[in-house]
Antibody, heavy 121, light 106 residues
């Protein structure tokens, strides 16, 4: 069974840092593009960024609001995706989901259950 | 930046057809996807590449995309289809979501 399990969320002060993890199983992680999507409480979905496979250069792309503060990385040997969040702002408070991205317009076809980030002093 | 616009809400009676639109500049030149999200749950992909259904998605879900508008159609809408629906497309290596549409089945 394909599964994504996020962890690492919690309460952080503004300006703080956090690293989210996403443990993958049931598919060939190293061959798969991975994406982070977030959803603020009561709001819509917002794409955060993605990382391609090592074969595709492990290229990363980020949404404008997070560029320079967020870093996506992957450990193929551990089948784990990461999201490093620095200089946290109150507007970063959200549920963070990791997803599998199928290239060529085939969508984000598997989602984890999400991990919640709260930003408050 | 690229924007996708959806109506905030759509209502439909059980058994009838629900239509949810998503508008964006030359959206028809891009692939559109649709996601369903029920309260307290993670989103689920229901349409990809404009009109394809992932395995396990009922046939009553269909999609189209032309010009500036992508459309999600739910035929014979059921109470279980009540949810938020989001369109999504790619622009310049970034993914963009529409604001979401709350579908009410009443």
């Amino acid at each position: 069974e394909v599964q994504l399990v996020e962890s690492g969320g919690g309460l952080v002060k503004p300006g703080g840092s956090l690293r989210l993890s996403c443990a993958a199983s049931g598919f060939t992680f190293s061959n798969t593009w991975m994406t982070w999507v977030r959803q603020a409480p009561g709001k819509g979905l917002e794409w955060v960024g993605r990382i391609k496979t090592k074969t595709d250069g492990e290229t990363t792309d980020y949404a404008a609001p997070v560029k320079g503060r967020f870093t996506i990385s992957r450990d193929d040997s551990e089948k784990t995706l990461y999201l490093q969040i620095n200089s946290l702002k109150t507007e970063d408070a959200a549920m963070y989901y990791c997803t599998i991205e199928r290239s060529g317009g085939r969508g984000l076809d598997v989602w984890g259950q999400g991990t919640s980030v709260t930003v408050s002093s | 930046s690229y924007d996708l616009t959806q109506p905030p809400s759509v209502s439909v009676s059980p058994g009838l057809t629900a239509t949810i639109t998503c508008s964006g500049n030359k959206l028809g030149d891009k692939y559109a996807c649709w996601y369903q999200q029920k309260p307290g749950q993670s989103p689920v992909l229901v349409i990809y590449q404009d009109n394809k259904r992932p395995s396990g998605i009922p046939e009553r879900f269909s999609g189209s995309n032309s010009g500036n508008t992508a459309t999600l159609t739910i035929s014979g809408t059921q109470a279980v289809d009540e949810a938020d629906y989001y369109c999504q497309a790619w622009d310049s290596n970034t993914a963009v979501f529409g604001g979401g549409t709350k579908l009410t089945v009443l």
